[in-house]
């Protein structure tokens, strides 16, 4: 039964492969369960702790929002595409929103929801797909090598290989390779890698479980050391369940437009909203790309089901004080691992929902267990760089745009955008702006006033 409803025979998967690709799409994931709470919590920021959204009902909120969306995306989809909040979309509600304009929470949770409304209706009006249909294909791939570079990043960085320096001119450098935590993932990294490179079937999976293995034996010898800031990072827990919080939950205020003025209100949701809507974007392209998913033009089929469960996501994430919940590059963690189908989705979103009874035990995965896993998954990603066509510049160079901005910035959004306008401004001078599809300049134009936003916002405060 589940095999027919997944389709398992046409992607050519099975039930084993696709629970195990789940496993370990959650495992790269689990780390959103701690860190959104910490963000919108404010733990450990001087000045402002205490003044955040309680710990306990946030991760309860987190878990609860990423299970029910990540099955509804499985489900509607039948792709292997998992949802949770989105990492940088919560640092902009916290530290924007809330610390920066002064908004409350429940206020700024309702920008969250209402630019979730928005994109929502883009999506039944079927604007977003046509917006997707419209990038060139060469974009396409860039963004997919992006944001592998980007995942590849994000691993370097949680694990602390990789650091913003202290002081000196240098804006990265190699962080101190000494401490139990980098020890964890050099290690880690190896025997991931070794596993990756003898294709052993889980390879991903097995170098998380045994680094996450090796950090709590490692953890147990040299328990002085001050390696994991996570809560319960490496260490086995007393406790097992604790009870779910929803006491955030629902919590909106549309008194918002009276405290910013309609014009700034606005610019604070379409600013959200366009980060959500080409964070997506990305993030369905690279992953759909991976899997094999996408046509000879980069397109998806069914992305208007995708395009509908995420853009719910940003609503249900506002109204259940856990921020936009959007789909995650992550993801493609599970395709590394052989996944095909929207099962993937489900395994993810159940192991979710027990996280909000069974958070201790998520707790104790390291990021540097994670880690290798996120390199080596930027590793797959960047294979489509050979189809690439680097004998015309008029292609390449927005694609070389697109690849370097997204990890550089820290940012799918800024990748994308600063592709799109590089490739519309050399088509215009090139003069070609004929070969420009209407909603490549609609987004363009889009992009341009989003790069523009702080020079707006600041005259409109």
């Not at 496993?23 to 369960?33: C, D, E, G, K, N």
Request: glycine fraction near 12%; include cysteine; hydrophobic fraction near 55%.
């Amino acid at each position: 039964m589940i095999a027919a409803l997944f389709g398992f025979a046409e992607r050519r998967t099975t039930l084993g492969v696709e629970v195990r690709a789940g496993l370990t799409t959650f495992m790269v994931m689990a780390y959103i369960i701690f860190v959104n709470p910490i963000v919108l919590g404010y733990v450990g920021i001087p000045g402002l702790e205490g003044k955040g959204l309680p710990f306990a009902a946030t991760l309860t909120v987190t878990c609860f929002t990423a299970g029910v969306l990540s099955i509804a995306m499985g489900l509607a989809s039948n792709y292997p595409l998992a949802l949770a909040p989105g990492m940088g979309l919560n640092a902009v509600v916290a530290f924007e929103l809330v610390a920066g304009r002064g908004l409350t929470w429940p206020q700024a949770m309702t920008v969250v929801f209402l630019e979730g409304v928005v994109i929502t209706i883009l999506v039944l009006t079927r604007f977003r797909q046509a917006v997707m249909n419209a990038v060139p294909l060469g974009l396409k791939q860039a963004i997919s090598v992006g944001i592998g570079l980007f995942i590849a990043l994000i691993g370097f960085f949680t694990a602390g290989f990789v650091v913003k320096p202290g002081a000196g001119p240098l804006p990265v450098g190699l962080g101190p390779l000494r401490g139990l935590p980098i020890a964890v993932f050099l290690i880690g990294f190896v025997l991931t890698a070794v596993l990756v490179a003898r294709r052993a079937r889980g390879g991903l999976l097995i170098g998380i479980v045994a680094t996450t293995v090796l950090a709590i034996a490692l953890n147990g010898l040299f328990a002085g050391w001050k390696g994991f800031p996570t809560p319960g990072a490496a260490q086995i827990p007393a406790g097992i369940i604790q009870a779910p919080d929803f006491s955030t939950f629902g919590r909106l205020d549309f008194g918002l437009f009276a405290k910013l003025g309609v014009l700034a209100a606005c610019l604070a949701i379409f600013s959200l909203m366009l980060s959500d809507f080409f964070d997506t974007m990305g993030t369905v392209i690279g992953v759909g790309g991976k899997a094999g998913f996408v046509d000879a033009q980069g397109r998806l089929p069914r992305v208007d089901r995708v395009l509908l469960v995420d853009s719910l996501g940003a609503v249900a994430g506002g109204l259940a004080n856990s921020s936009s919940n959007t789909t995650y590059i992550e993801s493609a963690a599970g395709v590394s691992e052989g996944g095909r189908t929207g099962l993937v989705a489900v395994v993810v979103g159940v192991l979710f929902l027990l996280a909000t009874f069974f958070a201790p035990l998520a707790a104790v995965i390291p990021a540097q267990a994670t880690a290798p896993a996120l390199v080596l998954v930027g590793f797959y990603m960047m294979t489509v760089v050979r189809e690439m066509a680097w004998d015309d510049p008029e292609e390449a160079i927005p694609a070389f745009v697109t690849m370097l901005v997204m990890p550089f910035t820290w940012s799918i959004t800024n990748g994308i955008g600063a592709g799109f306008v590089t490739w519309v401004a050399i088509k215009i001078f090139a003069g070609r702006a004929g070969a420009v599809h209407p909603m490549l300049w609609l987004a363009s134009a889009a992009f341009v006033l989003y790069f523009a936003l702080p020079l707006l916002e600041g005259t409109a405060r």
